[in-house]
């Protein structure tokens, strides 16, 4: 089974950055479509932003754009996402997920795609 672990979160300003990063324990990894997603309290798992198997094709939810970049390192088998301009309503428990894909250009969007998960990293945004 394919061990991902997130890392980064944390509190921090409005206004401020933060990056988290989820390191993968598969060699597999360049062979994965990725994304983050996040949760936060009384809402249902949403998704956040995607990436494809090279990186070169991304996806973000309108919520995050602009402020948000979703990158991977292959070699490193880590995938990483720089979140600037954070904003309140960014408060929740940030995801990973991966799953194979048959397809480099291919980026996924919806939680059910994934087959596996971390187990989260919280992220609060303070006011």
């Known amino acids: 089974q394919v061990h991902l672990k997130e890392s980064g979160g944390g509190s921090a300003q409005a206004g401020s950055s933060l990056r988290l990063s989820c390191e993968a324990s598969d060699r597999m990894f360049s062979t994965w479509a990725m994304a983050w997603f996040r949760q936060s309290p009384r809402k249902e798992r949403e998704f956040v932003a995607g990436?494809?198997?090279?990186?070169?094709?991304?996806n973000y939810t309108e919520a995050v754009k602009d402020r948000f970049t979703i990158s991977r390192d292959n070699p490193k088998n880590t995938m990483y996402l720089q979140m600037n301009n954070l904003k309140p309503e960014d408060t929740g428990v940030y995801y990973c997920?991966?799953?194979?894909?048959?397809?480099?250009?291919?980026?996924?969007?919806?939680?059910?795609?994934?087959?596996?998960w971390g187990q989260g990293t919280q992220v609060t945004v303070l006011s």
């Open positions: 990436i494809s198997q090279t990186g070169a094709f991304t």
């Open positions: 997920a991966s799953t194979l894909s048959l397809f480099k250009w291919l980026v996924l969007t919806t939680a059910d795609q994934f087959s596996d």
